[in-house]
């Protein structure tokens, strides 16, 4: 794991328990994967985030910085990938 990797989870923590500490799930994250063609500034590198209720996946959502459609969301309870969408936005 890189500092990169490092700083980026923190930001993704603090956010995450900014905007949703309230929300009683296990949370996922790989802070970016794909590190080394990050570090070498070549495409194929994502940020991945998911939420995780009594065993469960109830949310998973990948971002791709540099994808022309750049947030991708799976879920159980569809009114969770506005939610999800609308806090990578903010980013």
């Known amino acids: 794991m890189t500092e990169?990797?490092?700083r980026s989870e923190r930001m993704i923590r603090s956010c995450i328990l900014e905007s949703?500490?309230?929300?009683?799930?296990?949370?996922?994250?790989?802070?970016?994967?794909?590190?080394a063609n990050f570090i070498h500034s070549i495409?194929?590198?994502t940020?991945?985030?998911?939420?995780?209720?009594?065993?469960?996946?109830?949310?998973?959502?990948?971002y791709d910085l540099l994808a022309e459609m750049n947030c991708f969301g799976q879920s159980e309870a569809?009114?969770?990938?506005?939610?999800?969408?609308?806090f990578q936005s903010q980013q």
């Open 43 to 45: 495409p194929g590198f």
């Open 20 to 35: 949703a500490r309230d929300i009683p799930y296990l949370w996922i994250v790989d802070p970016i994967g794909g590190t």
């Open 4 to 6: 990169i990797d490092k």
């Open 78 to 86: 569809r009114g969770r990938i506005a939610m999800a969408i609308q």
């Open 47 to 62: 940020v991945s985030i998911a939420w995780v209720y009594q065993g469960k996946l109830v949310l998973g959502v990948i």
